[in-house]
């Protein structure tokens, strides 16, 4: 089936430790997403990529990077992992990036920093 | 920056009872989405109503928009143990209509 796949689903770093979270989609949507979920809060937009066009949010910290080495592939970096980037990691996709359009999400990668 | 802002934050309630999750957003919308989100997993999407819309339906859901008063509200009936979920509404912003943002949420817990 088609779907997207986020891998580890859990994944245990230490502070200040790199960490590269990973996201893969069958799905051939040109748009991929990264979202930051904290605990009872909303999913929060890190950045997306339009194809490969690379768009981030105004928010989100330069310790977040990503890299789309091709339309199924996309990667989440974290420089130097503090206490508080602890949280779920969300991937999603969509075909045209719209706001009619459906985000299919992965199932998530759960990060703890110890 | 988060747009939409559910309520209640969490809701109980019987097998078989309906429920009533609302969203309120600040400024003018293009479109409106409600996800639904098991503990621990991704989220999936559930229904889109646009701006020109009132009332939509699917299955069991029933989704209202109010554009005046810039609220949406997402109605289950009928509701079953499998429906204990956190629920989002995602809104975007006038005139930008690709950017989506999400609400907090809220917890539904149906007993059984």
């Known amino acids: 089936d088609a779907m997207v796949i986020q891998n580890p689903r859990y994944q245990v770093t230490q502070f200040g430790k790199p960490v590269t979270l990973s996201c893969s989609q069958t799905?051939?949507?040109?748009?991929m997403y990264w979202y930051q979920q904290k605990s009872s809060q909303a999913p929060k937009l890190l950045f997306h990529?339009?194809?490969?066009?690379?768009?981030n949010e105004a928010d989100t910290p330069d310790n977040f990077q990503s890299r789309r080495p091709n339309t199924s592939f996309c990667f989440l970096d974290i420089r130097s992992p503090g206490l508080g980037d602890a949280a779920m990691y969300l991937c999603?996709?969509?075909?045209?990036?719209?706001?009619?359009?459906?985000?299919?999400f992965g199932p998530g990668t759960r990060l703890t920093v110890l | 920056s988060q747009q939409g802002e559910e309520d209640p934050q969490a809701l109980s309630i019987q097998e078989g009872e309906n429920a009533t999750m609302n969203c309120s957003y600040k400024?003018?919308?293009?479109?409106l989405q409600w996800y639904r989100q098991n503990s621990g997993r991704g989220l999936v999407h559930l229904i889109l109503?646009?701006?020109?819309?009132r009332e939509k339906h699917s299955g069991r859901l029933r989704v209202t928009l109010d554009t005046s008063k810039k609220s949406s509200s997402l109605l289950i009936t009928a509701s079953r143990a499998a429906d204990t979920a956190s629920y989002f509404c995602a809104t975007d912003a006038v005139p930008n209509n690709n950017d989506m943002r999400f609400g907090a949420g809220t917890r539904l817990t149906v007993k059984p």
């Open positions: 799905l051939n949507h040109n748009v």
């Open positions: 400024t003018s919308i293009n479109n």
């Open positions: 990529y339009y194809d490969k066009d690379f768009n």
């Open positions: 999603a996709t969509s075909g045209s990036g719209t706001s009619t359009d459906t985000q299919y």
């Open positions: 109503i646009r701006s020109n819309e």
